[in-house]
T-cell receptor
């Protein structure tokens, strides 16, 4: 059964700092992994999707990596801004889990101006 | 439409009341998912539709929960005889196909009193 864990649960950084959010999953037979952003009281916004055949994806200041052998994914945010403050969730779809995508509990990020 | 639309945005139900939550996916999206999100947690999978076919309902917590998508577009999640533990945000997501990135709606916040 796929389980997804995110560390840290919360993070506070000064504006301009580069940071890394971590995601680990138990089933290395992963089909794809997505990173989402969620603002308070809102739905989820998809940031990056990495297919199992890929090692990383980049969008602007965001870079996500996937290492299936170690069961880890990281989301790198460069030059953080106060507008980046949100909860970041990773979600993995395993090959053996049917159609469901399993979410972590998220990392709550606060970027101080 | 441009995004996934969910209604109502908020719903307060008395314990034992039946509720119906609506999801309007992006036009042309084959895949539709329902998730339940408790406060401070990541979304939990409920059910998946491919067009009008419900291919996975393994996440529905009890037989009080029922979902349908009769014409392969709009979907309704129905909860019968609501209980306090049903209080959560119910999120709908759609994607072009199951392995593509998801677009989430803003969710329906259900409070059972």
């Amino acid at each position: 059964k796929q389980e997804v864990t995110q560390i840290p649960a919360a993070l506070s950084v000064p504006e301009g700092e580069n940071l890394v959010l971590n995601c680990s999953f138990t089933d290395s037979a992963i089909y794809n992994l997505q990173w989402f952003r969620q603002d308070p009281g809102k739905g989820l916004t998809s940031l990056l999707l990495i297919q199992s055949s890929q090692r990383e994806q980049t969008s602007g200041r965001l870079n996500a990596s996937l290492d299936k052998s170690s069961g880890r994914s990281t989301l790198y945010i460069a030059a953080s801004q106060p507008g980046d403050s949100a909860t970041y969730l990773c979600a993995g779809r395993g090959l053996t889990g049917g159609f469901k995508t399993i979410f972590g509990a998220g990392t709550r990020l606060f970027v101080k101006a | 439409g441009a995004g996934v639309s969910q209604s109502p945005r908020y719903k307060v139900a008395k314990r034992g009341q039946d509720v119906a939550l609506r999801c309007d996916p992006i036009s042309g999206h084959v895949s539709l998912f329902w998730y339940q999100q408790a406060l401070g947690q990541g979304p939990e999978f409920l059910t998946y539709f491919q067009n009008e076919a419900q291919l996975d309902k393994s996440g529905l917590p009890s037989d009080r929960f029922f979902a349908e998508r009769p014409e392969g577009s709009v979907s309704t999640l129905k909860i019968q005889r609501t209980q306090q533990e049903d209080s959560a945000v119910y999120l709908c997501a759609s994607s072009l196909e199951v392995n593509y990135g998801y677009t989430f709606g803003s969710g329906t916040r259900l409070t059972v009193v």
